[in-house]
């Protein structure tokens, strides 16, 4: 339980950092989102995800919401897995975890 709650802390941190501006709409690649986690000092693992794993109905739903820039994100519990925060962008979707988790 300690971990999911260090991972709902990190995620949260990394949703809140990017709650205002465009950073994260600039992203088009795996290795510029992974530069934007380096840059926050964050240990979330990053994988690029098509729309329909970005909007298929989760299991289990924990938070979700819209920064600013109109970026979608959401938080959802993976059954027996990691917490994981999905982000639609303009030219990526992609998914961040715990990797301890």
Do not use: Y
């Amino acid at each position: 339980m300690e971990v999911i709650d260090a991972a709902a802390v990190e995620i949260r941190r990394f949703v809140d950092l990017h709650q205002t501006g465009d950073e994260l709409n600039r992203v088009s690649t795996l290795d510029e989102l992974k530069q934007v986690l380096r840059q926050a000092d964050s240990p979330l693992e990053a994988a690029l995800i098509p729309l329909e794993q970005a909007t298929r109905t989760p299991k289990i739903l924990v938070d979700s919401g819209e920064t600013t820039a109109g970026i979608a994100w959401r938080t959802l519990q993976c059954p027996g897995g990691p917490l994981v925060l999905q982000m639609i962008c303009d030219k990526v979707n992609f998914a961040l975890w715990v990797q301890g988790c």
